[in-house]
């Protein structure tokens, strides 16, 4: 179990190598194109549409065919992404290339994940699930650093180039690493598992918990390096650098998230989510209040968004039928990536409403709308925990008739 959670984590941090490139650059790209922190964020949004276009066929395909050749063909897409977004003039090119990147990732993090929940079992698989989601974290902190510090010697194109060997190295190691496993039944009834899948409340909890989770978390990674050039503009290194740093903390948010988290899930992720919400309206608050200020509150934040993301993910496979398993999974990636589209480009129309990116008061309703986010979170989970007790307290009543 530990050999296998290890491959598919480190093939996960390399298929990232691209991925955040251009949040990284995005104060570069943004100069060079003339961009409004709209357009800003909807090239920043075309990953997610491309993750959302393409995860509902790709994830539930693993409940067909092997997800390894799923895995395999999507860092493909990952590596040709990267190279077309080096080749782009503007901003069309850079909308389309980022829409094959995140069609991409949808081939690779869920089915990798689909991967892991079929080759480990027991009591361990929840906490391998948990450093598996971590990895996520780690691969955006590659991509942020090796991006600033590649495009502070060799210009930005050469950064999106370097991004495409990751997800060349991942294909190579998965195929090497993991033997292949019999492909699952071709005569699955898609639409069976589909339906099975929505009507079920327990997976609804998880996936709009998820949808809030990711809209949060994605619009503050979006803008972050831009939100540092703003509030940390006297710090001694790269706001990439900074970002990279900021975002290792993911991974321990999210493990420490899920071991807090065991037995009463969605309760704690709505305290999380509470918190979060907090935080967020915080650090908007603090953007005039110098460097250090700033850097704590980030960390901190950062630490409560990812809390959630193990815990959310887990309970998802846990309460999601074995054989419905990846189209589960493909209806809770494409909501929660519907959110991690919305979320950067409501992020960037919420600054030019408040004044632009050199505004203060932009800053702060940027970050408080990603806080009432949160707080529509909490009560969708609510909702859903009480569904879910209903459905409990029934059951129990028909078993003792």
């Not at 069309?92 to 079929?118: D, F, R």
């Not at 090497?176 to 071709?186: G, K, N």
């Not at 807090?260 to 967020?280: E, K, P, Q, S, Y």
Request: hydrophobic fraction near 55%; charge should be positive.
């Amino acid at each position: 179990m530990v050999y296998v959670a290890a491959v598919l984590c480190i093939a996960e941090i390399l298929t990232m190598t691209g991925v955040a490139t251009y949040a990284a650059l995005l104060p570069v790209l943004r100069a060079e194109w003339n961009a409004t922190n709209t357009l800003a964020g909807v090239i920043s949004g075309a990953f997610f549409a491309g993750y959302m276009a393409a995860v509902p066929v790709l994830v539930s395909l693993t409940d067909r065919m092997a997800a390894r050749r799923v895995y395999v063909g999507a860092c493909a897409a990952l590596t040709i992404g990267a190279i077309g977004f080096a080749s782009a003039h503007g901003p069309v090119g850079a909308i389309l290339a980022q829409a094959l990147l995140g069609a991409g990732l949808a081939g690779t993090y869920m089915p990798g994940l689909k991967e892991l929940s079929e080759r480990t079992s027991g009591p361990r698989q929840g906490r391998a699930i948990a450093f598996y989601t971590s990895s996520f974290g780690l691969g955006t902190s590659l991509s942020l650093w090796l991006a600033g510090a590649i495009h502070s010697h060799l210009g930005w194109r050469a950064a999106f180039l370097a991004g495409a060997a990751g997800p060349m190295l991942a294909a190579a190691l998965v195929l090497a690493a993991l033997p292949a496993r019999r492909a699952a039944d071709p005569a699955s009834s898609r639409r069976g598992l589909f339906r099975l899948v929505l009507r079920d409340r327990r997976i609804a909890g998880y996936v709009m918990g998820y949808a809030a989770h990711n809209c949060e978390l994605f619009a503050f990674r979006s803008w972050l390096v831009v939100f540092l050039g703003f509030a940390a503009a006297g710090a001694r290194i790269s706001h990439p650098t900074i970002a990279a740093l900021v975002n290792l903390l993911g991974p321990l948010g999210s493990i420490s998230g899920n071991e807090i988290a065991a037995g009463r899930r969605l309760r704690t992720v709505r305290v999380i989510m509470g918190a979060a919400a907090v935080l967020a309206c915080a650090t908007g608050l603090a953007a005039r209040s110098g460097t250090g200020t700033v850097l704590a509150v980030i960390c901190v934040y950062m630490l409560a968004i990812t809390s959630d993301s193990a815990a959310l993910t887990a309970g998802l496979i846990e309460v999601s039928p074995p054989e419905a398993r990846g189209t589960a999974m493909a209806v809770y990636s494409f909501f929660g990536f519907a959110g991690a589209f919305i979320g950067p480009i409501v992020f960037g129309a919420l600054l030019d409403a408040g004044g632009g990116a050199a505004s203060h008061r932009a800053w702060m309703l940027a970050f408080a709308g990603v806080a009432l986010v949160s707080i529509a979170g909490i009560v969708a989970l609510g909702q859903e925990s009480r569904n879910a007790t209903i459905g409990s307290t029934r059951m129990a009543r028909r078993a003792g008739r």
